[in-house]
Every structure is written in C-alpha cells, then in structure tokens.
C-alpha cells in the first residue's frame, strides 16, 4: 500500500492528513499555533511555529493512522496566502510572518496601483483596488518601514514556500500563489518586473524564489534533517501546493468551466473556472494555468467570516456553546428579526476592496440577544458572498451552484441561509476539508499515479449531499439584502475611512 501525506495550515492551526488511492483518510491530526493581533488590522505569526506544528502533526497522524513511515510515497501541502516571511540566508525569518489578513500596507497598496502596469488587469480590470494582502504592497512596506530587515533579507516569499524550504532545502515558489498574489503571469513575461521598477524595488525579484513550479510539479525530496524531524523517509516526494483556498477547490472536484467553489474557513473565498480571460470592476483575476493547465480562475473573498463567530465567542466571554446557537437562530425568521451584520471586520476583499472598511451591527434593541446577532452573523457573511457573485455576474461569469468546504459546513443552518440568500443550491461533498483531498490529489498525480489532476479527482474527490434553496426564504432576503448593501457607503461615510 501508498499512502499520501496532506498538510493544511491555516490561520489557528496545521492539520496533517493521511490519506489511501481511493481518498479515504486514515488519520487527522491538528497543532495550533498563535495569531497576534495589533492595532491598524495587523496580524502577525512566528514561522518556527508552523513548522514545529508541521513535525507534531506529522509524527501524531503516522501515530494515528498506523502505517509503516516507508508507505507514505510523496506529500503536498495548502498555506494560506497571502503571508509573507523574510528569511536570511539560513532560512531564519528575520521578523514575524505579515499574515494574509495583515492590511498595514494600504498605502502602499495604493502606489502599486497608480504604477498603472498592464500586470494590473487582475485588479479589477487595471481599475484597482489593489489589495493591501498582496504580495508586493507588504515587501514594499516592509522597504518603507523596516529597511533594514528589507535589506537583510536573502528571501522574501510566503508560508507555502518558507514549509517547501525547510523541507527540502529548495528555494522555490508556488504557481498558485506567485499567480494569485504576486501579479507574476506565465503567458505574460513572468514576474511584474514594470511594477517593481516603477516603485524603485528591482532587487524583489532576486529575494524571490527562483523557482516557481505549478501545483502537482515535484520539488524534489526531504532532506535528512527534515526526514529525522517528521519521522519520514528521505524518498517522500515533496509536490508543489499552493493556497489553501485554491487547492480547495481540487478537493471539491471544481475544475469544469462554468463550476463555482465557496471555500469557508476563517474567511470566505469564491473560485470560478473559465475556458478564456476574463477581466472585470470588483472581480479579481482571471488567473492562467494556476490551478488546472489551460484554465483560468476567477476569484472574490470575504476576508473575516468564520472569524466573526470566534470573535463572538471571545466577545461573550468564550462561553457561547455553538450547538446552542444554531439551533435558537434556525428558530428564527430570516432576518434575524431586524438585526443586521455588515461582514467587514478586517476590511473588505471583493467586491470593494477597501482594507478601512470595519463590520457593524445594526437593528439592535433590548430584545435581542446573542443568537439574534449570531444568526445575523451568518446572514451577513451570506449576503458579502452575494455581492460576489453579483458582481461575477456583471463581468460575465455566471454559476448554476456553489460547491462548498471548509468549517461553515459544519452548520446545517449556514449551508442553508447560504443557499438562501445567493438563490442556488449548495454541493457539499463527502469530505469538507477540501484543501487537505486537494493536497492528496496533488500529491498521488505527483507520485505518478494518475495522468492528470482531472484523473486524480475522478478517483478520490466523493460526492456528498446537496442543500436546496427554500422560495420562501429566498425572496425574504431579498429586501434584507438590498438594506445590507446600503450600509457599505453609509458607514464608509460616517466613519471617514477610520481604521
């Protein structure tokens, strides 16, 4: 027997999974690590925690799943994306780790833009934003306001990419994220070397990993020392990865034109599948070849959604039992009787792409209590994702069902007030922990079992259930949702782009 070895780090924590040719998973095993918070929407991680989660995770799964090491023939991994790291030369991190969700660098996000560069057609058209997450506004802040560390650092990339050096010594990058973050483009010169110049940063592209391999590529081996760490063989073949959400969509089976995935999590991402280019305001992308060969992705994102539950968890003292909630807040009408969440807690991805942006709760009396404002924290989240697929459909892209994984599927009532509030139903295969059976699709094509990804999914990706709309509600959340929409540019007016 082989097995696959599938390693997800997320924004809490890694999780490692094993699983067989035909996608059952043998083994589970989570390591949380920590998020600092400070003000001005930062986020920040320590790198050495993700890898003495990745080697706890490893040893514990091999442990749970009772398998011989020498079985395991190649392993792949998802990060999230965008976090950034600056190495030295012995791989170190110079600092903390800037986190996807890290916006400090909004002004810098804003020179990229007015450089007005043709590799700008992924923000919305060349319209912008440019989003404050990416890639080069953050090393561009960190040259403004840690030039030292700039200076120092041998490498500057990401999680993906920081695990991908650890473990085999290689410097390289993912496709997937260089094509998804880093406006690189492999049918348009590569790296956004007009971008860089015009911003008076050339030297980026030699901390760049010189490398960039497409999801399924092998990198190479373990090295000894990693081998020793994990309790693996040398022989594991390590399989290029790329960003948790994207190679979700591998494990949801989402690879056909026409095909949408809904990736939950700490935050929301949408990922359609195109035959052609596509450019569109409020749409990022279409990204070539970083996924699938000959296929372009288009993407939206919510970046605070799964997030919002936990910070009201934390706002009621950590004592909110989440069975409890979901079942007093399915009790209630759509609308949770007139509270409303804007979804915004850490700005705003898509459509409007503005890092100032903050969430609200609106329609609050003394009658209300805490599922009232849970229920409208889904509501909420439900209806950021339709101004998605609002404005996927006003650049020319259109879904007849979403495919959804991560934890919101957890929740009947989510999956519902999703399938509510965008007015399609909601596929929901056997596994929701899409980017760790994306990872073992990556990893098996890699080892040479399969001939394509496409094959690889065929064999391993299982069907699960499907959640339908209910008319009713569907034309309730209408007006709701018209009311939610207002309060973007009310609140963007009151509050003055406050952060």
């Known amino acids: 027997m082989a097995y696959y070895l599938a390693a997800d780090g997320g924004t809490e924590s890694l999780r490692v999974r094993i699983f067989d040719l035909a996608g059952t998973c043998l083994a589970s095993v989570a390591a949380p690590y920590e998020t600092k918070f400070y ?7 320590d790198p050495e925690d993700w890898w003495a989660s990745l080697i706890k995770a490893t040893r514990g799964a091999l442990h749970e799943a009772q398998i011989d090491p020498a079985q395991v023939e190649s392993m792949a991994f998802a990060t999230t994306c965008c976090t950034v790291v600056a190495l030295d030369a012995e791989g170190r991190a110079l600092r903390p780790a800037l986190m996807w969700m ?7 996000a804003d020179a990229v833009l007015a450089t007005g560069d043709p590799a700008l057609r992924i923000n ?6 440019v989003s404050a997450e990416w890639m080069i506004p ?3 802040w960190l040259k403004r306001n840690e030039p030292d560390t700039f200076a120092r650092a041998t490498t500057i990339c990401e999680y993906q990419d920081f695990l991908t050096l650890r473990l085999t ?3 390289v990058a993912s496709l997937d994220n260089a094509g998804l973050r880093w406006h690189y483009s492999s049918r348009n010169g590569g790296w956004a070397a007009g971008i860089l110049r015009a911003l008076g940063m050339e030297e980026l592209v030699q901390k760049w990993p010189a490398r960039v391999l497409a999801p399924g590529e092998v990198v190479g081996t373990l090295t000894p020392r990693a081998a020793a760490d994990l309790g693996l063989p040398q022989s594991v073949k390590v399989v290029q990865g790329g960003a948790d959400a994207l190679i979700g969509m591998i494990g949801l089976g989402v690879a056909q034109p026409g095909q949408l995935a809904l990736i939950t999590g700490s935050s929301h991402l949408q990922f359609g599948v195109t035959s052609a280019p596509l450019h569109a305001p409020g749409v990022w992308g279409a990204y070539p070849d970083i996924v699938y ?3 372009w992705i288009v993407e939206g994102g919510q970046t605070s959604t799964g997030s919002i539950v936990n910070w009201l968890r934390r706002f009621t003292g950590g ?12 009790a209630l009408p759509p609308g949770a009787e007139g509270v409303i969440v804007q979804d915004h807690f850490q700005g ?12 609200a709760i609106v329609g609050l009396t003394l009658a209300h209590e805490p599922h009232h404002v849970f229920r409208a924290i889904m509501e909420g989240i439900g209806f950021g994702t339709r101004t998605i697929l609002d404005a996927f459909k006003a650049g020319g892209y259109t879904s007849n069902e979403i495919t959804v994984g991560g934890g919101a599927t957890a929740s009947d009532l989510w999956m519902q007030i999703h399938a509510d509030t965008a007015g399609l139903p909601v596929r929901i295969p056997h596994s929701p922990d899409a980017p760790s059976v994306g990872s073992a699709v990556l990893a098996a094509y890699g080892a040479g079992r399969f001939a394509s990804i496409d094959d690889g999914i065929a064999a391993m990706v299982k069907p699960g259930r499907v959640v339908d709309p209910i008319p009713a509600n569907v034309a309730a959340y209408e007006d709701i949702y018209a009311r939610y929409k207002s309060l973007y540019p009310a609140l963007k007016s009151a509050l003055g782009g406050a952060a």
Not at 124 to 129: D, E, T, V
């Open 39 to 45: 003000p001005g929407a930062r986020a920040e991680q």
């Open 102 to 108: 890290d916006v400090r660098a909004s002004a810098e």
């Open 124 to 129: 919305g058209a060349g319209q912008g934003p």
């Open 138 to 140: 953050k090393a561009l």
């Open 169 to 171: 010594g290689e410097r």
């Open 293 to 295: 060969p000959d296929r």
């Open 319 to 330: 004592t909110l039992d989440l069975a409890e909630m979901n079942a007093k807040a399915a």
């Open 348 to 359: 705003n991805r898509t459509p409007y792409t503005d890092p100032l942006s903050r969430g």
